[in-house]
């Protein structure tokens, strides 16, 4: 089942992306095989982050709960989210960034 993590950045997230940055980076390539695309957004290009996107590929949605909080971007002081099932439109066709 496919999913999308939207992420909201809150004050002090800066600090965390800052320190955890390889940690972060490594977990998304050690779990690329659920978390199909992931990213930083921003309002305006060259902006500062004001939260992320994740489109995941799971079993349920515990699992894409467990996915979200283990990662070490997530500090829930500092990092909200919500988690939505999401069903691709033209669904035979591959998407390819």
């Known amino acids: ?3 999308v993590a939207i992420f909201d950045d809150k004050p002090g997230m800066l600090a965390v ?3 955890r940055e390889p ?14 695309i992931a990213g930083g957004l921003r309002e305006a290009p060259g902006g500062g982050f004001v939260g992320g996107l994740w489109v995941l590929e799971v ?6 709960v467990a996915l979200v909080e283990n ?15 999401w069903g691709k439109a033209l669904a035979d066709k591959k998407v390819v960034l």
Do not use: C, K, N
């Open 1 to 3: 089942m496919r999913w």
């Open 17 to 19: 992306r800052q320190e």
């Open 23 to 36: 940690l972060h980076l490594a977990y998304l390539r050690t779990h690329e095989s659920e978390i199909l």
């Open 59 to 64: 079993e349920s949605r515990d699992r894409a």
């Open 71 to 85: 990662d070490p971007y997530f500090v829930p002081e500092h990092r909200g989210y919500r988690l939505l099932t």
